[in-house]
T-cell receptor, first 110, second 113 residues
Framework: DAKTTQPPSMDCAEGRAANLPCNHSTISGNEYVYWYRQIHSQGPQYIIHGLKNNETNEMASLIITEDRKSSTLILPHATLRDTAVYYCIVRVANDYKLSFGAGTTVTVRA | ETGVTQTPRHLVMGMTNKKSLKCEQHLGHNAMYWYKQSAKKPLELMFVYNFKEQTENNSVPSRFSPECPNSSHLFLHLHTLQPEDSALYLC????????????FGPGTRLLVL
């Protein structure tokens, strides 16, 4: 019962920016947007999260629309090691539950 | 990342065996979690511990028995498992149980024969 919608797959070129979209049209005011990724057969890796404002860290940038109904994860310079399944998760404040959906399988090609 | 470690990384066991999975976190966190990831299925939360106390058991069969002796260690004891229990078992930890980022270990790949 994931509250997000992501494209099932996307390709991107090595060295280019990868823009991963996520729709969360029913998001509530106290819900955060989290992004994780999972490289094949490994544990999920935390990438970034945000509430209203755009966020940036050493891995990625998160752009949240003003109405908060969608967001985009940006990997600024994709490398082959960024090939993974990327999960966009909406999480209620003060709730530990992470509901992982199917995610987007991102393939970075040389 | 080595903040959350899990052993063994791979395990093959028969249905009559008893085995244990171990998780250790080196992040000073107070909450720990067990997740199960079956093939082509989303992650499923199994158990949650906060300050060594179990706060969530997500209708997990009794053949899975968790143990949390302290905030840094979490075990999952397995006995009389079924082949459908074959999956990737993931441990995670967070500073606290609510609205805190969870950090995952590499997982234990379990095969039940």
């Amino acid at each position: 019962d994931a509250k997000t919608t992501q494209p099932p797959s996307m390709d991107c070129a090595e060295g280019r920016a990868a823009n991963l979209p996520c729709n969360h049209s029913t998001i509530s005011g106290n819900e955060y947007v989290y992004w994780y990724r999972q490289i094949h057969s490994q544990g999920p890796q935390y990438i970034i999260h945000g509430l209203k404002n755009n966020e940036t860290n050493e891995m990625a940038s998160l752009i949240i629309t003003e109405d908060r109904k969608s967001s985009t994860l940006i990997l600024p310079h994709a490398t082959l090691r960024d090939t993974a399944v990327y999960y966009c998760i909406v999480r209620v404040a003060n709730d530990y539950k992470l509901s992982f959906g199917a995610g987007t399988t991102v393939t970075v090609r040389a | 990342e080595t903040g959350v470690t899990q052993t063994p990384r791979h395990l093959v066991m028969g249905m009559t065996n008893k085995k244990s999975l171990k998780c250790e976190q080196h992040l000073g966190h107070n909450a720990m979690y067990w997740y199960k990831q079956s093939a082509k299925k989303p992650l499923e939360l199994m158990f949650v511990y906060n300050f060594k106390e179990q706060t969530e058991n997500n209708s997990v069969p009794s053949r899975f028995s968790p143990e949390c002796p302290n905030s840094s260690h979490l075990f999952l004891h397995l006995h009389t498992l079924q082949p459908e229990d074959s999956a990737l078992y993931l441990c995670a930890s967070s500073p606290g149980p609510t609205q805190e980022t969870q950090y995952f270990g590499p997982g234990t790949r379990l095969l039940v024969l």
